[in-house]
Structure formats: structure tokens, C-alpha cells
């Protein structure tokens, strides 16, 4: 190994290091319970294959640990708290893994599936389900129009693009016992129209002045 390999090995665990660290505050200031350690070992893990991938394809622009651990992880996490009795989630647009990989850490009991057209973001979210062992988490690769998603009991998205031009033909297709979770501004929520018979309910995120998990059924 070279200077420069080592110098860069280091620099990975350091940042793996301070990661950990910042996860567990995160997760404590949202107010959630203690992640066990396999829990950690598995989003620290994802963490370290996010910071290799994201040099060579654009995967987030938000790196730095602490940021990384509240912004995409914790939040992620927040959002297992309103799951419930689902036990299939089907994740739209799953780009790096937000919120799938955290909830299917979060919820072993339930099967998630990370929808993601992108060939190389799918390939990205393969390797994380096997060097992660995540049993509970499918990858599909495919556009949501291309896709059944009929039987899941919860659909949710994070970072969607066009979300108020997609997602009220989705809440207007949803079957009575199925729910889609947004997690996204208090904006998109007053674009996204309600049909007869449909309602909604909304959590404001942590340390948050605006964003929120939205809750459709």
C-alpha cells in the first residue's frame, strides 16, 4: 500500500469515526431510541460505500458527517416512527438510499423495496444491500410508471423530482388501506390536492422550520 493509500485509509476511518459519533447525537436529538450497535455498524457501513460511490457518480451533495447524520440519517430514521402495522415499503426515486436503507435498518420486520431508475444509482444500492447483509431490502430498477406498485402498504419518497407533478396521480390511484409518507417542505404539501375521501396528517421534522413527513391515506 502507498503513502498516499494509507494517508487516504486514514482519512476514511477518521470521517467513518466522526460519522458514528454524529449519528448517535443526531438520532438522540430527534428524540429517538438509541440505534443498537448492529444498527450503527450497518449506517456507518453505508456511509463509508456513500463517500467511495459519491466520487465518481452524484449521488448527494451532502457529505460532511455531521450534516450527512442529520439530514439524511437521522430524518430517514425519523421517519420509522410512522410505519406502523406496513409491512411492505416501497421507496420511489431511492437515489442513494434515503429513506429505504435506513428504514430497513430501523424495521427488519419489514420488506422495503428501493425504487431507482438510474442504472448506476441501482448498482450502488445492490452493493449496499449485500456488504450490509440488509435480508428485508430489494432493489428495482425501473421508472415508477413501469412499475406494479399495487400491493405495497406504504409508498414513500424523499427527494423526487417533479413530486407535485407525479405524486397526485398517486394519491388519487391509492387503495383504501394503502398510505404514501412524504418527507419534503410544507410547499409541496399545500400543492398536492385532496381528493374525496382522502386525508392527511403531518409531523414537523426536528429541527426543522419547514420540512415535514406528510402522511397521505
Not at 448506476?120 to 456488504?131: I, P, Y
Not at 450490509?132 to 406504504?154: C, G, H, S, T
Not at 398536492?192 to 422550520?209: K, V
Amino acid at each position: 500500500m502507498t503513502k498516499d493509500n494509507v494517508g487516504e485509509e486514514a482519512m476514511n476511518q477518521e470521517s467513518q469515526g466522526e460519522f458514528g459519533t454524529a449519528l448517535r447525537a443526531a438520532v438522540a436529538a430527534f428524540g429517538l431510541d438509541p440505534l443498537t450497535a448492529e444498527q450503527a455498524g450497518q449506517l456507518v457501513k453505508h456511509y463509508a460505500l456513500l463517500c467511495r460511490w459519491n466520487q465518481r457518480i452524484n449521488l448527494t451533495r451532502i457529505i460532511e458527517p455531521d450534516k450527512a447524520a442529520k439530514l439524511h440519517y437521522a430524518e430517514s430514521f425519523f421517519g420509522a416512527k410512522f410505519i406502523a402495522g406496513a409491512r411492505s415499503v416501497l421507496d420511489i426515486g431511492s437515489g442513494a438510499g434515503f429513506p429505504a436503507i435506513p428504514l430497513a435498518v430501523a424495521r427488519p420486520d419489514v420488506s422495503a423495496t428501493a425504487l431507482e431508475a438510474n442504472q448506476k444509482k441501482s448498482l450502488f444500492l445492490r452493493e449496499v444491500k449485500d456488504e450490509l447483509k440488509l435480508e428485508n431490502l430489494e432493489v428495482a430498477n425501473a421508472r415508477l410508471e413501469e412499475f406494479d406498485w399495487a400491493d405495497y402498504d406504504l409508498l414513500t419518497s424523499r427527494a423526487l423530482d417533479r413530486a407535485e407533478l407525479i405524486f397526485p396521480s398517486i394519491i388519487e390511484r391509492m387503495r383504501s388501506n394503502q398510505r404514501l409518507m412524504l418527507y419534503c417542505g410544507s410547499d409541496l404539501v399545500s400543492k398536492l390536492e385532496m381528493g374525496p375521501g382522502r386525508r392527511i396528517e403531518t409531523h414537523l421534522i426536528p429541527d426543522s422550520e419547514a420540512r415535514v413527513i406528510a402522511i397521505f391515506s
